[in-house]
């Protein structure tokens, strides 16, 4: 059992700091009510980091929790923006609304400071999805200049987009001409003057490098952590942090998000290395980690399941590869996870699953590919995801989804299996024990199955062995529905007859290439279960999978 880790807060006083832990395990809807029930609560919300903000937000549904965003800093709304309105490098101006019904929905005091506090080309760009100025200035009668404009419509002529646009934004500017007359005339020029195009790329420029500050990258550049890093020329020193000196003057990530500490639970030896707590370092460069990961992934950083799964896989990553560098000591682990750039580990530990993956792709493109029986199709097809997944059925045969990898014995297992497949694909292409027919020649009708790709390589084994007992050649030529009842005499003949050719086989098998025997014994059971229990009256092909059948 670990102790539940603890990570650093930002820097505030004792009080604040001791209110944000309690936050941590507390649910969303708790999370809010622990917010408003406190003496100072904008004092606590805005001492939450803004991917945390964020992330309750949208857990809640931030039109039902409009009070949270009254209680937060321009930062943190810029923030909130950055992550939730954009859609590529594209600005969506139908979401963006979203935050301005959220901001009209404060009070005064709040709303002013939010305005001002908030990203100025940001609330620029915010705005003009939605109101146009069609007069400015210019169109203030200069004779009038004794008599001071007593409302924005005399200095500006505005169109909106709609009734309900033009009922909020007049709001906005009423409240803006009232009480920050020089901030009003600023963002209205702004609107009135910059083209959208222009503003779009400038405001995109800089949500990019606020997000790249906290570990948000473009697709492209984030799924270079999954960079090809060969396993086995994988060398600790090469990715020893404390031996750069940049790195020594690095400070942490002062909005380094808290909920990483508490979303997911890590496992086996990673849990042991985090048993005693992150250090504010560690903390930050695992909240970079994960949002680079989140990235990589375009995962929705609003959604809490898909952040729980994005951390998890985090996780597992780093566990893979401690396992695979300190086997099961866990105080090597914990040295190399201080030591070495956790983006390290992370790439080792996917390329680790990457490096099955290569192998079950080589041998899907082999001569055996189209005849794969379904378990190992089904092992080939889950490690041949853009994430390699383990095939459960392998752990438990019950279930046969596609799961993360987690540890490195699971990767071990499959290696195992692939090893198998590998010395089946070379015994069958260089010596093969029978011709493998075409697949785009092979003529099927009238039999059972009726197409080459539904035939696997048990069946095309078991069929020629079938072909051999009869007195014809070993060859993979669909049997006869009348040579079941002596096929069937034969196998059942006596036990130990049956164990004999089982072993008799294996071993020529085995001789031919070692490692092959394994495919042997999953052919002949599927006779043992499937084939030899039937009675005689039986003997028909409703009841049949272990041949290859001609009905006619």
């Known amino acids: 059992m670990t102790r539940r880790r603890q990570g650093h807060l930002p820097s505030v006083n004792a009080s604040l700091a001791h209110q944000i832990q309690a936050l941590q395990t507390r649910s969303a809807r708790q999370k809010y009510q622990y917010l408003l029930d406190q003496q100072q609560p904008e004092e606590l919300v805005q001492a939450l980091p803004a991917q945390d903000l964020y992330l309750l937000l949208k857990e809640l549904g931030p039109l039902d929790v409009p009070e949270l965003v009254g209680l937060a800093s321009g930062a943190q709304l810029t923030c909130c923006i950055d992550l939730d309105c954009w859609r590529g490098d594209q600005f969506d101006s139908r979401q963006g609304w979203l935050w301005l019904e959220l901001l009209a929905q404060q009070d005064e005091q709040q709303q002013l400071r939010l305005l001002e506090e908030m990203d100025f080309d940001a609330l620029v760009l915010l705005l003009k999805g939605h109101l146009h100025i069609v007069h400015g200035l210019e169109a203030w009668d200069e004779d009038n200049n004794d008599a001071p404009p007593q409302r924005p419509g005399q200095i500006y002529e505005c169109r909106y987009a709609g009734e309900e646009q033009a009922r909020l934004l007049e709001g906005l500017q009423d409240l803006l001409f009232r009480e920050r007359r020089s901030f009003f005339l600023q ?86 290395v985090l048993s005693g707590g992150l250090t504010p370092a560690l903390h930050s460069e695992l909240a970079l980690l994960l949002n680079r990961a989140m990235s990589a992934d375009q995962v929705d950083v609003g959604d809490p399941v898909a952040v729980r799964q994005s951390l998890e896989d985090v996780y597992h990553y780093l566990n893979i590869a401690l396992g695979h560098l300190a086997g099961s000591a866990a105080d090597t682990a914990t040295e190399l996870f201080g030591r070495l750039y956790l983006q390290s580990l992370y790439r080792l530990g996917f390329c680790l699953t990457e490096r099955l993956a290569r192998q079950a792709r080589s041998l899907r493109r082999s001569c055996l590919g189209p005849w794969f029986d379904p378990p190992a199709l089904a092992l080939l097809t889950a490690l041949d995801q853009p994430k390699p997944r383990l095939y459960a ?17 699971q990767l071990q297992l499959v290696q195992r299996e692939l090893d198998t497949l590998q010395a089946l ?25 009726p197409q080459a790709n539904e035939v696997g390589l048990a069946q095309l084994f078991l069929t020629a062995l079938a072909n051999r007992l009869l007195g014809e050649a070993f060859a993979p030529v669909p049997l006869a529905l009348v040579a079941l009842e002596p096929l069937h005499q034969r196998l059942t003949a006596s036990a130990g007859a049956f164990e004999a050719l089982w072993q008799q086989s294996r071993q020529q098998f085995e001789q031919q290439q070692p490692g092959t025997g394994v495919f042997v014994d999953y052919a002949f059971r599927l006779l043992q279960q499937e084939f030899c229990p039937l009675a005689p009256a039986d003997l028909k092909p409703a009841f049949i999978t272990a041949f290859v059948l001609r009905l006619s």
């Open 187 to 272: 963002l209205m020029e702004a609107v009135r003057h910059e083209t959208r195009l222009t503003l779009t790329e400038e405001v995109y420029q800089l949500r990019s490098g606020r997000l790249g500050d906290l570990g948000f990258y473009e697709p492209v550049e984030a799924r270079l952590l999954r960079a090809w890093l060969d396993p086995a020329s994988f060398r600790p020193q090469d990715f020893d942090k404390t031996a750069d000196p940049l790195w020594s003057r690095q400070t942490a990530l002062p909005e380094a998000p808290l909920f990483i500490l508490t979303a997911a639970r890590p496992q086996d030896l990673l849990a042991e």
């Open 393 to 409: 059925a392998l752990i438990d045969p019950v279930h046969a989804d596609m799961r993360p990898f987690t540890t490195c014995s």
């Open 425 to 449: 694909q070379q015994l069958f292409s260089r010596q093969p024990p029978f011709a493998l027919p075409v697949p785009t020649e092979w003529d099927l009708c009238d039999c059972q199955p």
